[in-house]
């Protein structure tokens, strides 16, 4: 795992921290090849996130987000946006690429390890597809199960470095 992806953890929610290393271990594992995963966004703040809804609407260019502030899993340190880093150097977005030559891309191998531990993947959205994007969809507490989505995790409070508290 590389410092970026390593410090980008670091900012997770403290519920999803351990599971996203699990999870980079497994796809470095996975990707045999020259392929390694980095998480390239993982919480943001309301502010980054009110900036990125901006774009294509206030001000020039396609639109990123459909999200406003508070509306994306972002916002809560529980999702996360990858790319692959190829050969140590170049950062990869290209879903179809097998870099390690076992006929699986290496994205999906990815995705595959993404969904067992419970997370969505963009990708699987049926509108406004975000391939880089994967969020966790539960939060085990006790025997309770939490459904993750914005507008429950907007209603809850927040501890002194604000996180989510369940």
């Given at each position: 795992?590389?410092?970026?992806?390593?410090e980008?953890?670091?900012?997770?929610?403290?519920?999803?921290?351990?599971?996203?290393?699990?999870?980079?271990?497994?796809?470095?594992?996975?990707?045999?090849?020259?392929?390694?995963?980095?998480?390239?966004?993982g919480?943001?703040?309301f502010?980054?996130?009110?900036?990125?809804?901006?774009?294509?609407?206030?001000?020039?260019?396609?639109?990123?987000?459909n999200?406003?502030?508070?509306?994306?899993?972002?916002?809560?340190?529980?999702?996360?946006?990858?790319?692959?880093?190829?050969?140590?150097?170049?950062?990869?977005?290209?879903?179809?690429?097998?870099w390690?030559?076992?006929?699986?891309?290496?994205?999906?191998?990815?995705?595959?390890?993404?969904?067992?531990?419970?997370?969505?993947?963009?990708?699987?959205?049926?509108?406004?597809?975000d391939?880089?994007?994967?969020?966790?969809?539960?939060?085990?507490?006790?025997?309770?199960?939490?459904?993750?989505?914005?507008?429950?995790?907007?209603?809850?409070?927040?501890?002194?470095?604000?996180?989510?508290?369940?």
């Amino acid at each position: 795992m590389d410092k970026v992806t390593s410090e980008r953890i670091q900012l997770l929610h403290p519920l999803v921290r351990d599971e996203v290393k699990q999870i980079i271990k497994e796809c470095d594992k996975a990707l045999t090849g020259r392929a390694k995963i980095r998480i390239t966004q993982g919480l943001r703040s309301f502010e980054e996130q009110e900036r990125l809804y901006a774009i294509g609407r206030l001000t020039s260019g396609k639109k990123v987000t459909n999200a406003k502030a508070g509306q994306s899993i972002h916002n809560y340190g529980f999702a996360v946006d990858i790319c692959l880093i190829i050969d140590g150097k170049m950062a990869s977005w290209d879903t179809a690429k097998d870099w390690d030559n076992d006929r699986v891309a290496d994205w999906y191998e990815c995705v595959k390890i993404f969904a067992r531990h419970g997370w969505d993947w963009g990708g699987n959205w049926k509108t406004f597809k975000d391939l880089p994007h994967f969020e966790k969809k539960n939060i085990s507490q006790g025997e309770d199960l939490i459904k993750v989505n914005w507008r429950t995790l907007l209603k809850m409070p927040r501890d002194q470095q604000n996180y989510i508290l369940f």
